[in-house]
């Protein structure tokens, strides 16, 4: 696939979520599936996109979704799969030794019926091409994973990977952002964790899950961990709204920044040893979703790609050497882990090395302390630790070495944040990074109670089964909270550890209540509390769809500051868009567009647009509408080749073909 069908890709999409990158030009988007060619438009992607690098494959799921005019039987999960390299995609040469191998991974794929159901992708998606999409096969109890693997042109060991790739990494999910659910990245081991801390305090404000994973031997070897690792991967991404950088290696979902690897031989690699793992893997998928950290501001997802490089780890030794000290804290160093004994201990009696260490931090340079233990953290339980505090060491808490590397290489790069500022976030904890955050110790007092009264009534012990009759009654209590809009109880319940994102039955969350409902302070309560906007219910809608189809404009507005973007099939959309134009919905129009939606563009299955069917039905105000707020193409085909200007010709409404004709000669000046 070259570049301009990867534009091309992006562009058919992007008409779901026209701000991404906006211009000022007449129209927002320029359609080029062959259907619609609109002129006098500006591209609303620019050219920057994907221009450095070429991609193997990036598979183009919005020609083929806008293609199929069939509404999916199977509920769909869409996963981007970047594949840097590692262990897990290398193959064994003549001479058995593994090497990465371009341009076979994905051939090699499609040849595995556990990795690729070749029946159904015919079915959807015609016979295979480059271009079509990949599908897991259908696992029971889980929505069908359709994903598409974009492979780096350089292969890596990750031992060779630095922050360039992980730049290239963070980069490439952004762009690729709105069009997938979820993302999974393919990476060598060794340096896995480093690469997973660095992403989490880069994304800001992430909504949708990434799961880097890799393996121990290739996932195309008949002993592997790879087959594993990867479709648990897939099927979390596609499944749960995990909105973390993790980890999954041998059943275990980690959180990245809190992961290291801790074995070179075995298939259970890595371990998070100051955390539980996120979820488990066995005959069930079980998620700690109480454990989830997720973002509480009303932004969208972002990527902060500058980090300073000016950062280093030093671990203390006995015998370690004043001059050692000295050096390692001289210029350009800015930042530095230092790795000290137990709980945090420097020697105390060594006032040469402390002096070193206080001239650096008098200097500005930032110290970050950390343990060299693996599990606990430092405090200043000891004299040894309480004097570093007092010559500017920060306390890392329970950090991992990588993590808190990442993280002051993240710190030290933002530009907006002053010095104490930057003193101050080395020590909080941004991405659950660390300890100390409440979040992760849940009140478990009176709402528990009445989990556990009504547990004793149904003869229910287990902590297994306590938990499960806990996730069938917050959502309950939660939803009453929101239709009575009483935010008092709802403060209670976030007291009691009540998880916001939590899905009923249906897969609703209180967001889509609260977004049907229109109650604006309870939905920016639920936004700043957790509750994730991307969550999809049973019948495939999230928050928005239930704000667009209530128009609460101003819901929409929030959702929308907060990163929520339509993801229904385009030509649901487009139906939808002929349904308010036929009934003169001028509100309803307004609410699509204001949630991202092409008016101009969006077409039903005929390939009409609202002008097409407000010309034919000839309601003035709609097209009034379409015209002043610039939806109006007045020439664009549907399937039939007939504008809507050519509609409204030979219906004789001679009103709205004026005005059309009038748009036509603008637009063409
Ligand atoms: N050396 C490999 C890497 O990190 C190890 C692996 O992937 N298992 O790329």
């Known amino acids: 696939m070259d570049k301009s069908e990867i534009l091309n890709g992006i562009v058919n999409t992007t008409i779901l979520h026209s701000d991404y990158k906006q211009t000022n030009g007449y129209s927002k988007n320029v359609i080029t599936n062959g259907t619609h060619e609109k002129k006098n438009v500006e591209s609303t992607v ?10 193997n494959t990036y598979h183009n799921f919005s020609r083929s979704r806008c293609d199929s005019i069939t509404l999916d039987d199977d509920k769909e999960s869409k996963i981007l799969v970047i594949y840097t390299g590692g262990t897990i995609g290398m193959m064994r040469n003549n001479d058995d030794v593994l090497v990465p191998t371009p341009n076979s991974f994905e051939r090699k794929i499609k040849q595995d019926p556990h990795l690729y159901d070749a029946a159904y992708a015919q079915k959807k998606y015609g016979p295979a091409m ?44 952004w762009q690729a952002y709105e069009l997938y659910d979820g993302f999974v990245v393919l990476h060598g081991t060794d340096t896995l964790a480093y690469t997973a801390s660095a992403l989490s305090f880069m994304f800001e404000n992430l909504g949708k899950t990434v799961i880097i994973t890799g393996a121990q031997l290739p996932v195309f070897d008949l002993r592997t961990d790879g087959n594993d690792n990867f479709v648990n991967s897939l099927l979390i991404a596609g499944n749960y709204n995990i909105p973390e950088v993790t ?16 074995d070179s ?3 259970d690699a890595f371990d998070s040893p100051n955390v539980p793992p996120l979820a488990i893997a066995g005959i069930e998928i079980n998620v700690s979703f109480r454990q989830i950290y997720r973002p509480k501001t009303i932004e969208k997802f972002s990527v902060h790609l500058s980090l300073n490089e000016h950062v280093s780890l030093l671990r203390i030794f006995p015998n370690i050497t004043a001059d050692t000290v000295r050096t390692f804290l001289q210029p350009p160093i800015e930042g530095v882990v230092l790795q000290t004994y137990g709980a945090g201990n420097l020697p105390c009696n060594r006032e040469d090395i402390m002096a070193e260490v206080k001239k650096a931090t008098d200097r500005g340079v930032m110290i970050l302390n950390c343990s060299q233990c693996s599990k606990g953290s430092v405090n200043s339980v000891y004299q040894t630790g309480h004097i570093l505090n007092q010559v500017g060491v920060i306390s890392g808490n329970d950090i991992t070495p990588e993590a808190a590397l990442a993280k002051l290489s993240y710190v030290l790069s933002k530009d907006d944040w002053d010095f104490n500022t930057k003193r101050m976030m080395l020590g909080r904890n941004l991405r659950g990074e660390m300890g100390g955050g409440k979040s992760e110790q849940p009140n478990t007092l009176a709402e528990w109670d009445l989990v556990d009264a009504v547990a004793r009534t ?46 009923n039955s249906d897969g609703r969350t209180g967001l889509h209540l609260a977004c049907a409902l229109g109650n604006l302070k309870v939905v920016r309560y639920l936004l700043l509390n957790g509750s994730s906007v991307h969550i999809k219910d049973r019948f495939d809608r999230t928050p928005i769809i239930d704000a667009v189809e209530n128009d609460h404009i101003e819901v929409i507005k929030l959702l929308r500051r907060c990163g929520a973007h339509l993801n229904s099939h385009p030509k649901y959309i487009g139906q939808q868009l ?22 101009a563009t969006l077409s039903d299955i005929n390939g009409r647009t609202a002008l097409h069917t407000a010309a034919l039905l000839n309601h003035e105000d709609v097209i009034d509408y379409l015209i002043d707020n610039q939806f109006a193409d007045g020439e664009i085909l549907d399937l039939m080749s007939v504008s809507p200007i050519e509609i409204a010709r030979r219906k004789g409404h001679t009103n709205i073909l004026e005005k059309l004709m009038n748009l036509s000669k603008y637009i063409n000046k």
Request: include cysteine.
């Open 578 to 599: 002929c349904n308010a134009a036929a009934k003169g919905n001028i509100n309803r129009l307004e609410s699509y567009a204001t949630a991202g939606a092409d008016i």
């Open 458 to 503: 149904l003869h229910v012990s287990s902590p297994h089964e306590l938990n499960v009759l806990g996730a069938v009654l917050f959502p309950a209590m939660l939803s009453n909270a929101i239709v009575r809009s009483d935010l008092t109880k709802l403060d209670e319940l976030k007291g009691f550890g009540a998880d916001f994102s939590a899905q």
């Open 265 to 267: 031989e075995n298939f």
């Open 130 to 173: 480059n271009s079509s999409p990949l599908v897991l096969p259908k696992v029971k109890g889980f929505r069908r994973i359709i994903y598409s693997i974009y492979q780096y042109n350089e292969l890596l060991d990750s031992s060779n990977m630095s922050i360039k790739d992980w730049k290239q990494i963070a980069e490439d999910i």
């Open 247 to 262: 980890i999954f290696f041998h059943n275990k979902l980690l959180r990245g920044n809190r992961t290291v690897k801790i």
């Open 46 to 55: 620019t050219n920057d996109l994907y221009s450095n690098k070429s991609a």
